[in-house]
């Protein structure tokens, strides 16, 4: 990551698939003044995702791919990064699995944000899972990205105390805030001591 440190900001892109209320979070860090990343560009896998909406709230650049044929998808991906000159990126709700050839070209410079705290509750479902085996606590986590699913390099995580009568809904909302701030949070840890 140190490489990506210059005098301007890192030319971010925001990968999503649905509401996309971190990637909201994640444009809002990002106009302020002493915020390493600027969000560039969005790319999202579904052209409904109410989260496309930011791109013409904040007058950022959107592109949608639907990533059903991946190689073909991820090939447009990798052009328009490229010629936007995109230093990182930040899945935030991304629903679709990237390629280990994909990665290894953005290696180090993928961040993901997790509803649980992995390793525990790696893929889908987590909320379900968690109250399913009566946990007392979840959380959520910001990693780097490898090419095993949920599975690189911790960066912050934070701790959430289920309630008695917590549902995966309950859970997913509890949750979800303390993601808008951890973003954030793991991007200024990653810039600030590089
Ligand atoms: C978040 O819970 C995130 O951890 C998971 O998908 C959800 C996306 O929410 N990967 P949003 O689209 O950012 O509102």
Known sequence: MEK???SKKIRTAVFI???GSNLEKLIKFSLKKVSPIKVSLIISSNAKAKGLKYSKLYRIKKKIYN???RKISEKKTLKELESNSIKLIC????MKILSGDF???FKGKILNIHPSLLPKYKGLKTHERVIKNKEKY???TVHLVNSKLDSGKIILQKKVKLS???TPKSLQRKILKYEHKLYSRAIDKIFANP
């Open 4 to 6: 990506l440190i210059g």
């Open 91 to 94: 899945l935030a709700g991304f």
């Open 103 to 105: 990665i290894k070209k």
């Open 67 to 69: 990533y059903n044929r």
């Open 164 to 166: 008695k009568k917590e």
């Open 138 to 140: 979840s959380g959520c």
């Open 17 to 19: 698939s649905g509401t």
